[in-house]
């Protein structure tokens, strides 16, 4: 990644919720015009799914997902819930990883052992996310299957 995560601390969250909606929608084109509840986005070995759980006039939530290989014990699959607000063109994540509602700010300690910027640190991993398979989509010449 070309960017460190001081450089990232001083960015502001509307960035990462403005840039994470570019990607949706360069990754899914017709995410706001269509009401199509399922993607999968797969290059070589890599496969996001992402399903449309909410679809409201102005806003959508998705559920994204990557499974790992069931043999490393190391990674964990990754979920995440996002919601995408066409009319303001921002993308947040709202849950992560099993917590259904992320929290702005967090007091240490916490019952979930949650960072006090979770939310922010979960927006920065959807926007790393979403970089490395618009890269793939990108380097593939846009050989990327939408199903």
């Not at 009319?87 to 947040?92: I, K, N, Q, R, Y």
Request: charged share 25%.
């Amino acid at each position: 990644m070309s960017h460190t995560i001081a450089q990232h601390r001083r960015r502001q969250p509307m960035w990462f919720y403005e840039k994470n909606y570019r990607f949706l929608c360069l990754l899914l084109p017709d995410l706001h015009h269509g009401r199509q509840e399922s993607y999968q986005i797969t290059h070589e070995q890599h496969r996001l799914d992402i399903q449309v759980t909410e679809f409201g006039p102005y806003t959508q939530r998705l559920q994204l997902s990557q499974r790992f290989d069931a043999s490393s014990a190391l990674l964990r699959d990754l979920s995440m819930s996002v919601r995408v607000y066409h009319d303001a063109m921002l993308a947040e994540v709202i849950g992560y990883q099993g917590v259904e509602r992320l929290l702005a700010r967090y007091e240490l300690p916490n019952s979930g052992m949650l960072l006090p910027d979770e939310k922010r640190q979960a927006n920065l991993l959807l926007h790393d996310w979403l970089t490395v398979f618009i890269n793939r989509h990108r380097q593939a010449d846009r050989s990327v299957t939408l199903s």
